[in-house]
């Protein structure tokens, strides 16, 4: 292997995926695809020892979660440009990906020459993203979720009821009234726009605060 190749890991949870992107990336000779993994631990266990140019990490992972993942790439390596290459497509987490380290976001319908430009772009470090994520970017939606402030009772109640805990037993737990806990579940649905516990269960996952 010449020392002067562009090595190249690939993370994402299916292999079919992995094997489709080696196809398409050795179409570039100046491309060496290092190593593939489908959890984010065997990635880790990799750059602890090894170089790696370019990381293409998928967010969703079985043992972890990608936006989490590519802070703690960088963390470790600070010269591995990652790439997030997904299907999620909502602007919050684009930009929490970059806010975490990460050189570009790319979807997994971008095309094989998208691809390899961007590859080429992170490494002259530039951010890149394909063409659809750009238009994401640029015109964020009217209901985009802003994550919001909670208080540490908030937090502790949040917590609880993704156990599936009830207010009784959540009062119960934290010395409190029902009624003091169905005010602070009250307030939660409003800060996170919320209809109803699942919904605010289910946002509150999406954003990583529990």
């Known amino acids: 292997m010449k020392s002067d190749l562009i090595k190249i890991v690939i993370v994402d949870d299916h292999p079919i995926v992995i094997e489709g992107i080696k196809m398409m990336l050795r179409k570039e000779p100046s491309f060496s695809i290092a190593e593939s993994f489908t959890l984010g631990s065997q990635v880790i266990n ?13 967010i969703t992972l079985p043992d972890s979660n990608g936006i ?7 963390k470790i390596s600070p010269s591995t440009s990652v790439i997030m290459f997904s299907n999620r497509s ?10 975490n380290g990460a050189s570009g976001y790319l979807l997994k319908n971008t095309s094989i020459d998208e691809l390899i430009k961007c590859i080429k772009g992170a ?6 993203f394909c063409s659809e ?16 402030r909670l208080t540490k009772r908030e937090k502790e109640i949040l917590k609880l009821l993704t ?11 934290l010395f409190l009234s029902s009624l003091t806990v169905d005010t602070h579940r009250k307030n939660l649905l409003q800060k996170f726009h919320a209809k109803n516990s699942s919904e605010l269960i289910s946002l509150a996952i999406q954003q990583n605060m529990i």
Request: with cysteine; proline share 3%.
């Open 133 to 148: 994520t750009k238009q994401i970017i640029n015109t964020p939606s009217q209901t985009e979720f802003i994550i919001p």
């Open 90 to 99: 909502e602007r919050s987490i684009v930009m929490q990906c970059i806010q």
């Open 68 to 74: 989490n993942l590519c802070q703690e790439i960088k």
């Open 46 to 58: 990799f750059i602890n020892s090894n170089a790696a140019d370019i990381i293409l990490l998928d």
């Open 163 to 173: 156990q599936g805990k009830t207010s009784g037993m959540i009062a119960e737990e």
């Open 123 to 128: 490494l002259s470090g530039d951010i890149v």
